[in-house]
């Protein structure tokens, strides 16, 4: 039987989901060839404002690569539109002369941006935020321009315009009604997004009617029904999309406001289909990507020819994503004399919550600064669940497993990727996973925006029965074991374990031989309990701490002396010269923690560096103390109370080389003006007249901390202690990898200072940690000092060409 | 077409360090070799399909090296990224000859 032949005209999230369907149900039944604008391969368009945002890059979006379109037979043409449909022929035609014959035709060619019919609107930089080329132009504005107007305070309008602050402009939102996201959110809602936005930089004109877009030929501004006028350099469009129909207008397809569909998808012409955001259903067109997926998969059941369920509409749910905002709105929002609702609103947190009734069912929720409950809510709005049912939910702790337990196996768990009830409980039965993490290698769920992880561990929950218990969440190492890193570290105290491989062959480890994330861990692990008979295995080492420099994304890498609490001089500043000639360093960077980085070194080249700089490592590749930034203090500064220098100094000279969970960084300064920047390390000092507090638990990076005092010391003598004995406390008892602002949340400040407070406890503390340190060495003296390392690790091969 | 195969020698098996990779250049060819713990060797391009890290850096386990720019995990022997990522890196030919390690490359 000859294959049936099916075109696909937009090769977007909808299009690409049902054709991913229809391979799963009847591979190799098809002759597909899809039809795509956009010169990209298919594309997660919903992590575009991700991507804005400097979340992720465009690379990493990408849905199907071009692998996926080859290794299924299907025919790609990207950069090439279709212009027009005979449907009685059932032909396409392409703007490139292509005719392409089809059994079945499924339009998919989603929506457009909505541009305001204002004049002025076709000058430029004026721009939609729709797809990767206006994510390009709005990237590259902002290199050039400073100010940028976003018209559209709904989900698209806000997403834009925090990622145009990212990019380091100035922003004003011009919404025309009076609250931000008026269309999910309720008024008070809507107030406490617009507060939280203002706080991170956004301006908001609300209530404006935008009447022309002013400048030459480049956008110079803005002017609004009142007269008044913005200046601009920049305008983003978010108003709205509007179905992309014009091809089926053309081609005599009926449309109202989008292609028209019954509940299997169908127009009314024979053969052919649309779906996705071009398609309008019982009146309704959707612009979110749930519905895309439902739709996909009905339609995939109808060209497969298998009875299948019809399509009923999707109940709308949407999540904001705003870095440090928390949004979710699903169903019915507006109150009525018919709804009832329950609210709360706690003021000190910013939390808020309304969940509406009406008829003793829910039938829509708002949630503000916590959102946990929102995937749950939109599955009681789903089943029209009753009210008591929630009630009785929120009180007892089985409420999730049993709410999972009744979601049919089409129901979507995780939005961004479509992936159902169905997938994971068939993933988790079929490939034995038992931890949230192993369902997310296998299926992609909660791999994007990560909103529904709780229902995950629901459905393992669910799945497991008694296997799986929440609170024994104990992350397992990695996903060659189902031990975690007490069990691990128990095992190897009492077995007496000496080596990686012995771990894992005596422990059972699923693989032999381990992989990226539990190698190292052992290795530090097994580093940590047996500090002067271990040998440390560098296999087991990531590139960097193996050659002990920092990789880069060329090949190269780079290279840090130490320099004792940031504190240098002119011999070594002139031998970092001398070096930075001889070997043709591309670039020198002051670091943040006050050091000097050779950029774009050579690996060859690493040791005859290190040789001419004649310079202890800095380890600014380790997972070890990194830096004790200080400030001038005393010496110098008119405000110093403290000698910063050389308590910084000190500190560095006792703990430096050796290995800790997760990268350490200090800090000392001579007074609370903090220059040295104490209160956001790992552990920072701060000089106060007549004594010393230090701080713990700080982080200046992905996830900004605080740091919290621990206690005030007098003595210098004093502070050595207590670090010593803290960094040994979090050398025992941290996981692998796990830094210490969230090992403190973890561990409960109290107990830590209980422990540190202990004068028994910080001298053995100190105890262990000195012997740790007294078999440690210079690891740039150790590889110049022997022959096979250099050959091993920093010695390549090359061979001219040409020879035989 | 025909095909001409030239076969090169890059190091002996003693140095080659188990479980790391060595960079080999070859004319204009960047090879990742792997002495791997079951004493194979194996010879792939030094060069990850996902943003070109130099895979001869990697963490080896078995027959995978996992990047050292992003974690992406490849099979050394048959060049397949693993899942959940998707990709593949070219393969060369080895030979071992008396202790001698041998490239074979198409010409």
């Not at chain 1, 935008?210 to 480049?218: A, F, L, R, S």
């Not at chain 1, 706690?346 to 949630?367: P, S």
């Not at chain 1, 500090?531 to 960097?544: A, F, G, T």
Request: hydrophobic share 35%.
């Amino acid at each position: 039987m000859s294959k049936q032949k099916i075109v696909l005209i937009g090769n977007g999230m909808a299009g690409v989901r049902c054709i991913e369907e229809m391979l799963k149900i009847q591979p190799n039944h098809f002759e597909i060839t899809i039809f795509g604008s956009e010169p990209h391969p298919n594309y997660n368009r919903i992590l575009l404002s991700k991507v804005l945002q400097g979340d992720t890059t465009i690379d990493d979006i990408t849905l199907n690569d071009w692998n996926w379109y080859e290794e299924n037979g299907i025919q790609l043409y990207t950069g090439e539109t279709v212009t027009h449909i005979d449907t009685a022929k059932q032909v396409v035609y392409s703007d490139k002369d292509r005719e392409v014959r089809y059994d079945q035709l499924i339009l998919a060619t989603g929506s457009l941006p909505f541009i305001l019919p204002i004049p002025g609107v076709d000058k430029e930089g004026v721009t939609g935020f729709r797809d990767i080329q206006d994510c390009e132009k709005m990237m590259e504005y902002s290199n050039k321009y400073k100010k940028a107007a976003v018209i559209g305070g709904g989900l698209l309008g806000l997403e834009a315009a925090r990622g145009l602050l990212d990019l380091g402009m100035e922003v004003d939102v011009i919404h025309l009604s009076d609250y931000l996201m008026d269309r999910q959110l309720d008024s008070a809602a809507s107030k406490l997004l617009q507060k939280e936005l203002e706080g991170q930089g956004m301006n908001f004109l609300l209530g404006k009617n935008t009447q022309e877009v002013i400048g030459n030929t480049h956008v110079e501004g803005l002017r609004f029904s009142d007269g008044e006028e913005i200046k601009a350099d920049l305008v983003v469009m978010a108003v709205g999309i509007k179905p992309h129909i014009q091809l089926a207008i053309d081609s005599e397809i009926p449309v109202n406001r989008g292609i028209i569909v019954n509940d299997y998808m169908e127009t009314n012409i024979p053969n052919v289909y649309a779906v996705g955001e071009c398609a309008e259903h019982r009146g309704v067109v959707y612009g979110l990507v749930a519905p895309l997926y439902e739709q996909g998969k009905v339609l995939a059941k109808r060209i497969c020819g298998i009875e299948g369920d019809p399509y009923e509409g999707t109940v709308l749910s949407t999540q904001l994503k705003v870095s440090g905002v928390d949004v979710f709105s699903a169903g019915e929002i507006f109150e009525s004399e018919q709804t009832k609702t329950i609210k709360s609103f706690n003021d000190w947190e910013g939390t808020y919550k309304n969940i509406l009734i009406q008829d003793g069912k829910i039938i829509g929720a708002v949630l503000f600064g916590d959102t946990k409950e929102g995937n749950k809510l939109l599955s009681f709005i789903n089943k029209r669940a009753d009210v008591t049912e929630y009630l009785e939910a929120e009180k007892g702790e089985e409420a999730g497993a049993s709410l999972v337990a009744t979601m049919p196996n089409e129901e979507i768990i995780c939005g961004c990727n479509g992936v159902t009830k169905g997938d994971i409980v068939q993933a988790i039965e079929s490939q034995g996973l038992t931890s949230v993490e192993e369902v997310k290698g296998c299926t992609s769920a909660s791999r994007s925006c990560g909103g529904c992880k709780s229902l995950v561990a629901d459905l393992l929950e669910c799945t497991l029965g008694d296997a799986f218990s929440k609170s024994n969440q104990k992350e397992p190492i990695c996903s060659c074991t189902t031990l975690s890193r007490d069990d691990v570290i128990a095992e190897i105290r009492e077995k007496n374990l000496t080596h990686t491989r012995e771990v894992m062959s005596v422990l059972g480890w699923t693989t032999s031989e381990g992989c990226s994330k539990c190698r190292p861990a052992l290795n530090y692990y097994l580093g940590m309990v047996n500090p002067l008979e271990y040998k440390d295995e560098r296999e087991s080492r990531y590139v960097n701490e193996r050659l002990h420099a920092n990789i880069q994304k060329d090949g190269t890498f780079s290279v840090v002396p130490r320099m004792y609490g940031g504190v240098t001089n002119p011999d070594q500043l002139r031998k970092i010269a001398d070096v930075a000639d001889k070997y043709n360093v591309p670039l020198l960077k002051v670091t943040g923690g006050q050091r000097i980085d050779m950029f774009g070194v050579k690996k060859e080249d690493l040791p005859k560096v290190w040789a001419d700089l004649d310079m202890p490592s800095g380890y600014a590749y380790g997972k070890t103390l990194r830096t004790v930034k200080t400030c001038v203090g005393e010496s110098f500064c008119r405000f110093g109370t403290q000698d910063s220098m050389s308590l910084g100094i000190a500190l560095e000279k006792k703990l430096e080389r050796v290995g800790t969970p997760h990268k350490f960084k200090m800090a000392v300064s001579a007074c609370p003006r903090n220059c040295a920047e104490s209160g956001i390390k790992d552990l920072g000092v701060v000089g106060v007249d007549g004594a010393w507090e230090i701080y713990v638990g700080g982080n200046g990076g992905t996830h900004l901390r605080a740091a919290d005092l621990l206690c005030k010391v007098k003595t210098s003598d004093e502070v050595i202690e207590i670090t010593g004995a803290y960094f040994q406390y979090y050398r025992e008892t941290a996981v692998y990898l796990e830094r210490t602002s969230v090992w403190v949340e973890r561990m409960g400040l109290d107990s830590i200072r209980a422990v540190i407070e202990d004068k028994q406890n910080r001298i053995e503390l100190n105890q262990r940690l000195d012997e740790a340190l007294s078999v440690l060495q210079d690891p740039w003296k150790e590889a110049l000092n022997s022959d096979r390392i250099l050959k091993d690790l920093y010695q390549s091969v090359k061979v001219p060409a040409g020879v035989k | 077409m025909e095909k001409t195969l030239q076969r090169i020698k890059v190091a002996t098996v003693s140095e080659l360090p188990k479980d790391l990779g060595k960079t080999v250049r070859v004319g204009s060819h960047e090879i990742a070799l792997f002495h791997l713990v079951n004493g194979k060797i194996r010879a792939i391009e030094n060069r990850c399909p996902h943003k070109g890290g130099v895979l001869a850096e990697g963490m080896v386990s078995g027959e995978h090296v996992f990047c050292p720019m992003h974690d992406w995990k490849i099979n050394v022997c048959d060049g397949e990224v693993q899942k959940p990522d998707r990709g593949c890196v070219n393969t060369f030919k080895v030979e071992i000859e008396n202790e001698d390690v041998y490239i074979v490359l198409d010409k």
